[in-house]
């Protein structure tokens, strides 16, 4: 069993940044994926960005690409995604999750293990 567990939403102005951290426990992600997606209201999830932790690869959103970066601390079993240069439409609710087999790192239904999630909302 895997559980996650986000943490470092909040209110910010735009223009402004802040760093997600999701901490996993259950297990070891030496050689794992996990990824960030988020979920405004009225809209579907989406996916922001993934981290492959053996070699470090990742991916991003379209939108996030130039702004946000994930990164992993294999000590701490934890991911991190900094947001800069938050826009309003960068408000929702940010999950954090994990597969439980081979995945498209992009791809939500390949995920098994989600966290509760953690709200950021952008103010003009």
């Known amino acids: 069993q895997v559980q996650l567990v986000e943490s470092g939403g909040g209110l910010v102005q735009a223009g402004d940044s802040l760093r997600l951290s999701c901490a996993a426990s259950?297990?070891?992600?030496?050689?794992?994926?996990m990824a960030w997606f988020r979920q405004a209201p009225g809209k579907e999830r989406e996916f922001v960005a993934a981290?492959?932790?053996?070699?470090?690869?990742?991916w991003y959103a379209d939108s996030a690409k130039g702004r946000f970066t994930i990164s992993s601390d294999n000590a701490k079993n934890t991911v991190y995604l900094r947001m800069n240069m938050l826009k309003p439409e960068d408000t929702a609710v940010y999950y954090c999750?994990?597969?439980?087999?081979?995945?498209?790192?992009?791809?939500?239904?390949?995920?098994?293990?989600w966290g509760q999630g953690t709200q950021v909302t952008v103010s003009s």
């Open positions: 259950g297990r070891t992600f030496s050689k794992f994926v």
């Open positions: 999750a994990a597969p439980n087999r081979w995945v498209v790192p992009t791809r939500m239904t390949d995920y098994a293990y």
């Open positions: 981290i492959r932790w053996n070699d470090i690869t990742t």
